[in-house]
């Protein structure tokens, strides 16, 4: 089974930005996608980005467009999220998911992302 192991998430200020890296333990090539939900207590986990293999799709929720980038080094099965001009509402646990090409996705312990205003 796949191991997923994010880094990376810390308290911030309002504006300044934060990356958060995934390392998974299988071949990147072996999964349809990886990519990042996040959750705040007493909420839903919400989708936040994921990308192909290749790098040649890619999704992010509304809300983080033009302000959150995905990106992949495939040789090295990681996935990273470079979060610019973070927002108190951004606060969450973000976890890394990969969703192999059979069953349900796999997860991550999570990282918690923490925006003061």
């Known amino acids: 089974q796949v191991q997923l192991v994010e880094s990376g998430g810390g308290l911030v200020q309002t504006g300044e930005s934060l990356r958060l890296s995934c390392a998974a333990s299988?071949?990147?090539?072996?999964?349809?996608?990886m990519g990042w939900y996040r959750q705040v207590p007493g909420k839903q986990r919400e989708f936040v980005a994921r990308?192909?293999?290749?790098?040649?799709?890619?999704a992010y929720v509304d809300s983080v467009k033009g302000r959150f980038t995905i990106s992949r080094d495939a040789s090295k099965n990681e996935v990273y999220l470079q979060m610019n001009r973070l927002k108190p509402e951004d606060t969450a646990v973000y976890f890394c998911?990969?969703?192999?090409?059979?069953?349900?996705?796999?997860w991550g312990q999570g990282t918690q992302v923490t925006v003061s205003s």
């Open positions: 299988e071949n990147f090539f072996d999964l349809n996608f």
């Open positions: 998911y990969a969703a192999p090409r059979l069953g349900p996705f796999l």
């Open positions: 990308i192909t293999p290749t790098g040649g799709n890619i």
